[in-house]
C-alpha cells in the first residue's frame, strides 16, 4: 500500500491506503472507494483477497481503502474517533477525490459496519451522490437489534463477537486517552476502560462525544435501513443466513425489493466475511465483487 494522511475539515485524521502507487494507474482509472467494517484496516483478509482479484482480472483499477479515525497505527488527532453511522469523514473524502478526480468513476464497497457506513451515505447523497455504483456486504442494518442480539448470554455472542468487538473499541481508546480526555465533553475513563458490552462502550463515550442523549438513540440514528429507499444508484447488497453477527431478521428484504436500483443477494451460508468455496476453501467473494465492478464499468 502507499499511505495518505487525509485531514478532515475538524482536524481530524485517517489512514487512506492506496493498493497502487497512484502514478501507475492514472488520473482517470476508476477507483474503488473501500469502507472496512468496526475499527477495519486494510490489511484485513477481506480487503487484501479482493484487490488481489481486481487486479488480476480488472489491472487498470485503483483502490483506496478509507479507515476509521485512530485505527491502522494513526493516532486522534481530536477526541472524536468514528462510530457505525458516521457518514461525515466518507462523505468528505469522496468530495476531496471527486474534486481532484472529476473524470474518474468511482464505486464504493463497504463491509460489515462500513456497509452500513456506505449505504447510509449513499441514501443520504440521493440523486446527489459521486458514486456511480455501490455495494454492501454483511450489512447489519438495523445496528440497535444487532448489538441487541449479540448481547444475548450466548458463547458465540456475548462472550466471543462482541467482546472481541467491545475490546476492539476500548483499545482506541486507550491508545488515545491523552487526546479524548481533553476535549470539551466530560468523560469517565474508568467507565469506558471497564466497559463490557458495546452498549456501555457507546453509553460512556461515542454516544457522549457525538452528542447523542443514549447509545440506543446513536445506533437508531446511525442504522442504514431508513435511507434505503432514498438510494439513487446501483447498489448490490451480500448477506448471509448463517451470519452469527448481522442477523437475517435485520435483512431489509421488502424495501430493498420496493428500490428498482438495488439488488439483494442472499446466501445461505457465508458466516459473517467467512465466504469460501470448493474443497480447497478458495475465497468465494471477491471474484463477484469484481464481477459487479465490472458490470457497472461496462454499463456507464
Known sequence: YEREIFEFADGGKAAVDWAL??????PTAPLIILVPGIA????????????CCLRAQL????????????????????PKAFHGGMTDDLREFVAHIASQLSDTPLIGIGF??????????????????????????????????????MSLPTLKNRYLYA???TRSLISVFTS???????????????????????????????????GYSSAQELNAEGSCVQHIKHIQIPMLFINA????????????????????????????????????????????????????????????
Open 40 to 51: 477495519g484496516t486494510s490489511y484485513d483478509y477481506y480487503a487484501r483477497s479482493f484487490i
Open 163 to 165: 467482546a472481541a468487538l
Open 59 to 78: 489491472p487498470r483499477c485503483q483502490v483506496a481503502v478509507l479507515q476509521s479515525r485512530g485505527c491502522n497505527g494513526v493516532k486522534l488527532a481530536t
Open 241 to 300: 443466513l448463517d451470519d452469527p453477527m448481522c442477523y437475517r431478521q435485520t435483512i431489509p428484504a421488502a424495501e430493498i425489493e420496493c428500490n428498482p436500483n438495488l439488488v439483494l443477494a442472499i446466501t445461505r451460508h457465508g458466516g459473517h466475511l467467512a465466504y469460501f468455496e470448493g474443497s480447497g476453501l478458495a475465497p468465494w467473494l471477491p471474484p463477484r465483487l469484481t464481477q459487479f465492478v465490472a458490470a457497472m464499468l461496462e454499463w456507464r
Open 112 to 149: 460489515s459496519l462500513g456497509a452500513n457506513i456506505l449505504t447510509k451515505y449513499v441514501g443520504e447523497e440521493g440523486s446527489s451522490c459521486q458514486f456511480i455504483a455501490a455495494a454492501s456486504v454483511c450489512n447489519p442494518f438495523d445496528i440497535d437489534t444487532t448489538v441487541s442480539n
Open 21 to 26: 502507487p497512484r502514478e501507475e494507474t492514472g
Open 176 to 210: 488515545n486517552r491523552k487526546v479524548i480526555m481533553a476535549g470539551e465533553v466530560e468523560l469517565d475513563a474508568d467507565a469506558i476502560e471497564a466497559a463490557r458490552t458495546i452498549t456501555e462502550f457507546n453509553e460512556a463515550y461515542t454516544a457522549k462525544v457525538f
